[in-house]
């Protein structure tokens, strides 16, 4: 039961990163690897406040806004530029890790004996590991639904229009360069929280906590794609989040396997790999039916 509780609740905060993503993979277009260098900026700004003594709160607000910051940096280099949008979050990954190095003073810090978010006074009454599932259907509903909101807005509309079709958005008025700036700036801010979050789950901030971070990010995507379908935008953000569920699912059903820790990110890397060819090999399958009608027929 501890591992159906816990998995569900690492679900639902490492889903705060699935929806992140979402808007720069699905809605904006593109893969943004500075992914990989905010989120355990996030962790770091968030750690380090809390050993200085920063409530949790304010934190996770500090967090979200050095990743907005990076995601600004990113923007900023593709949109003005002119450096394709794989290069710049590289760049801008890269030079997370130097930057986390000197906000943390060293490559890893404990939370042992510091107040976090998790150890608020109201989750200290639900039984063990419930307090991330709490804590993540908190925040992953507040997201969620603040981005439903925001993209049904003139400015969410505008936002969507970029992704969808740059050039007809510009030629009614539209802004390409600042909405993928807020696009960038919102999701790598949300990314960074995710980081502030899972960091004070685990108790614990590394800088090498964001190797292979896209991988899961994609799988808590594409899982929620090929498992739900057909959906409209506003449902895809929420299937992200089952998405994520579902991934920390196959993840506990494989190391009850035997498998090793060491073997996540492969494992991960299969995981995404399996799910974007099922459809594939779904059409393929669909075809060679229709193929066989057609000649029984004939």
Wanted: net charge positive; hydrophobic share 55%; charged share 10%.
């Amino acid at each position: 039961m501890s591992m159906i509780v816990s998995a569900i609740g690492q679900g639902l905060l490492w889903a705060i990163l699935g929806v992140a993503l979402f808007l720069t993979f699905r809605t904006l277009n593109f893969a943004d690897m500075t992914v990989e260098g905010t989120f355990p900026l996030g962790a770091a700004v968030a750690v380090t406040s809390l050993t200085h003594h920063l409530t949790p709160t304010a934190a996770i607000g500090l967090a979200f806004l050095a990743g907005a910051v990076a995601g600004l940096i990113t923007g900023l280099l593709y949109t003005k530029g002119k450096v394709p949008i794989l290069l710049a979050g590289i760049l801008v990954m890269t030079a997370c890790l130097s930057i986390n190095l000197r906000i943390m003073g060293t490559s890893n810090i404990s939370l042992l004996g510091q107040a976090t978010i998790f150890s608020q006074h109201f989750l200290k009454t639900l039984p063990r590991y419930f307090d991330s599932v709490l804590v993540g259907l908190i925040a992953i509903i507040i997201i969620t639904s603040l981005l439903i909101y925001f993209l049904q807005t003139d400015l969410g509309q505008a936002f969507i229009m970029t992704g969808d079709n740059p050039v007809m958005a510009q030629s009614i008025g539209i802004n390409t360069d600042n909405m993928i700036i807020l696009g960038l700036m919102v999701s790598n801010g949300l990314i960074a929280l995710s980081g502030a979050l899972i960091a004070q789950s685990n108790g614990y901030a590394d800088v090498n906590m964001g190797i292979g971070i896209i991988v899961i990010a994609l799988a808590s995507i594409i899982i929620g794609e090929v498992v739900f379908g057909t959906l409209t935008l506003n449902q895809r953000l929420v299937a992200v989040t089952l998405g994520s569920i579902i991934y920390r699912f196959v993840i506990l059903g494989v190391l009850q396997l035997g498998f090793s820790t060491n073997d996540l990110n492969l494992i991960s890397a299969i995981i995404l790999a399996i799910c974007l060819l099922l459809p594939q090999v779904s059409k393929k399958l669909k075809l060679d039916q229709l193929l066989r009608k057609g000649v029984s027929r004939g």
